[in-house]
């Protein structure tokens, strides 16, 4: 069995069973796709994400590790019961809601659209269930320590529900586009709702890709599917490719948090095992700093940002 191996710098190595030992039916490396592109042609090209493990008292550490990695990756940093709560409060809902069992494709003729009123997701990031699981504190510590700071929570949080089978999934990009009319300082966090292996849709990072200059960035936006310029492209083994570098690869478990750089390119791996994958991704900014005004008002799948 081919595993790629993880960065031996420091910290806690970690392996992925791309081979499907922990998946619902077998995955090997060479068939992960994003958007139905492959994302690697030969398991080498892939990298696996370290976990951040020594804790958050050593706050040198924490913010050695985030410049290092354009990310840090905090297993069971949440209660897995909390996470599990809310999937199944999510899936729930929308069940009795009259709803048909099962996922919703996204972009079904009869579906609403993704996000926005009158879809699942839109209703459900205006629940206190929801603002209450994206107040946990221990986010905020994770922020606090990044960022250096007291941080503040953005409203704009946005919920994320990927089918099986639909071959679609967040194209490469950065954050910073996104959120580049406040201040600089800002972090994300992606946060799965529910386990989240390869196959069911994970967030991957091209390594070391927040030390990329802007100019560099402009080189993989000529194959696009898309018209907004802010993208980049959505042929992930292309973009690996054409910057040489590798796309790093991670299971997560409910309770696991990923904080990672506006700068960092990142994108999703499309959903190929039978488990709809959702997440949520929040952003926090120093409490004393600007706002991008775009992020100010709770999150609908209309809003044009
Ligand atoms: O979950 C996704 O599909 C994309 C998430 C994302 O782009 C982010 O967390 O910044």
């Known amino acids: 069995m081919k595993r790629p191996q993880s960065r031996s710098a420091g910290g806690a190595d970690e392996s992925v069973d791309v081979e499907g030992a922990a998946h619902e039916s077998p995955l090997v490396a060479t068939q992960l796709t994003s958007n139905g592109s492959p994302l690697v042609s030969d398991t080498n090209d892939l990298g696996v994400l370290r976990a951040y493990s020594d804790g958050l008292s050593d706050h040198r550490r924490v913010r050695e590790r985030y410049d290092e990695d354009g990310y840090l990756l905090c297993r069971a940093l949440l209660d897995r019961s909390d996470v599990l709560a809310l ?24 579906m609403v659209p993704h996000g926005v009123a009158g879809h699942r997701a839109h209703s459900f990031v205006r629940t206190p269930e929801f603002q209450a699981f994206t107040s946990i504190p221990a ?36 954050d910073h586009v996104y ?28 390594e070391g890709s927040h ?32 910057l040489g570098r590798r796309w790093l690869v991670g299971d997560y478990r409910a309770g696991d948090v990923v904080f990672h750089s506006p700068h960092m390119i990142h994108a999703t791996l499309d959903v190929s095992g039978t488990m709809p994958r959702l997440s949520t991704d929040v952003r926090f900014i120093p409490a004393t700093e600007e706002a991008d005004e775009r992020w100010l008002e709770t999150w609908s799948g209309d809003d044009g940002n």
């Open 87 to 110: 999937r199944s409060a999510y899936f729930s809902a929308a069940r009795s809601s009259g709803e048909p069992p099962g996922p919703l494709t996204m972009s079904g003729p009869e």
């Open 179 to 206: 959120i580049n009319r406040g201040t600089k300082n800002v972090v994300t966090a992606w946060i799965p709702i529910g386990d989240c292996s390869l196959a069911s849709g994970s967030l991957v990072y091209l």
């Open 211 to 242: 030390h990329l200059q802007p100019d560099e960035l402009d080189a993989v936006r000529a194959v696009t599917d898309r018209s907004d310029p802010r993208r980049l492209s959505h042929d992930l083994g292309w973009v690996a490719r054409r």
């Open 139 to 174: 986010l905020r510590d994770v922020a606090a320590v990044i960022l250096a700071c007291e941080p503040r929570l953005l409203p704009r949080q946005i919920l994320r529900e990927y089918s099986p089978g639909s071959n679609r999934a967040s194209r490469a990009h950065t």
